[in-house]
């Protein structure tokens, strides 16, 4: 069982940056896959990135390639997510999720995240 809290999240002006961080407990999280999903008002939740157990994969949504940056530390048992260059278009919940790795790569539906943090509200305002 691995229970994740995010935090980080915040008001920030378009062209800022943030950072958010999602802290795990549990002794097996270098085991888990870390994914960061978020959701607007009114749309549906979105995979925006993740990073494998080893932290040596790591997948983007388009259109924050080059933005965000997703890192781990498993000595720390948290994974990060830098996000520079925000966008009004950015503002959601950000959400960390996580599984047990079983192949190389890492997957983007939501459905395969077995745990999910509480959230973090992030507004960007133009």
């Known amino acids: 069982q691995v229970q994740l809290v995010e935090s980080g999240g915040g008001l920030v002006q378009a062209g800022g940056s943030l950072r958010l961080s999602c802290a795990a407990s549990?002794?097996?999280?270098?085991?888990?896959?870390v994914g960061w999903f978020r959701q607007a008002p009114g749309k549906e939740r979105e995979f925006v990135a993740a990073?494998?157990?080893?932290?040596?994969?790591?997948a983007y949504r388009d259109s924050v390639k080059g933005r965000f940056t997703i890192s781990r530390d498993n000595a720390k048992n948290t994974v990060y997510l830098q996000m520079n260059s925000l966008k009004p278009e950015d503002t959601a919940v950000y959400y960390c999720a996580g599984y047990t790795q079983t192949g190389h790569h890492v997957r983007v539906a939501g459905t395969a995240y077995d745990y999910w943090g509480q959230g973090t509200q992030v507004t960007v305002s133009s």
């Open positions: 549990g002794r097996t999280f270098s085991s888990y896959v």
């Open positions: 990073i494998s157990a080893s932290g040596g994969y790591t």
